[in-house]
């Protein structure tokens, strides 16, 4: 089979299928075989390495996948797309497709039958419109089955998305979901992908980040529950102050934030979008 990754691969394999592209999966395709190799490259996968793909698409990055990793497991929520994969990716045995919606899938229930229970490394171009769900639904599940079924997740989103899982505390688009991810992971932005090397071209540019699985979160917390929903809170009103967003949102005393504030030096004026994970952890225990 050719290189999937061209505009004319991608156009013959579509023409000979009469496949029409799906708003409602975000289906689009990439078309430079340049960046794939370079996306699969920076995932760091090895012939040691089981991959979980999410999307496959038709096949485009798992025919390059197949290439450096021991297996690939492609998880495609698509009917239309599994002949087409079966077509592009015939040449590729360590490739399974499984025809699935990857929120509905259990990630432990994948493991134990397609990686004996080994750590998946997660490569994927993600469909925009679930990205933060999945995202967060594999880094939950992770943290609940105590670490074990995840060792990386390298995946191509909206370049907005990945400003705001890698951003920084005081910047605007540091927030609820950058925390989250912080708290679960090592986070990195890894390389900025244009629109023009899509079929069809998206409205918006993308950018893949690498999430590095923490084996323990990075702060000590007596309730991560409690740790979450106090972040939530204090974001939930932006422009507000911590002290103002908080007491609305959790209904807790305003001298009570005063001087959990107090006790990581913060002033009362603080607002959530400059306190760091280690604040709100300390925050969260406090109150």
Partial sequence: ?????????????????GFSFKKKFGQNFLIDENVVRKIVRISGVTVDDTVLEIGPGIGTMTQIL????GNVLAVEIDTKLIPVLEFTLADCPNVTVINNDILKCKLKEL????NSEKPFKVVANLPYYITTPIIMGLLEENAVQNKKLLSSITVMIQKEVAERITAKPGT?????LSLAVEY???PSFLMNVPANVFMPRPGVDSAVIGLEILKEPPVDVKDEKKLFR???????QR????????????????????DALAAIDRGESVRGEV?????????SDFI
């Fill in 184 to 186: 679960y992971t090592k």
């Fill in 172 to 176: 605007k688009e540091y927030g609820v």
């Fill in 230 to 236: 106090l972040i939530k809170a204090a974001f939930a």
């Fill in 239 to 258: 422009r507000k102050t911590f002290i103002n967003s908080v007491s609305g949102v959790l209904n807790v005393d305003k001298s009570v934030l005063r």
């Fill in 111 to 114: 493991s134990d039958s397609y």
């Fill in 66 to 69: 197949a290439e450096e990793a």
């Fill in 275 to 283: 306190l760091t994970l280690e604040e709100f952890a300390k925050l």
């Fill in 1 to 17: 089979m050719n290189i999937i990754a061209t505009p004319s691969s991608t156009k013959e394999i579509l023409d000979r299928f």
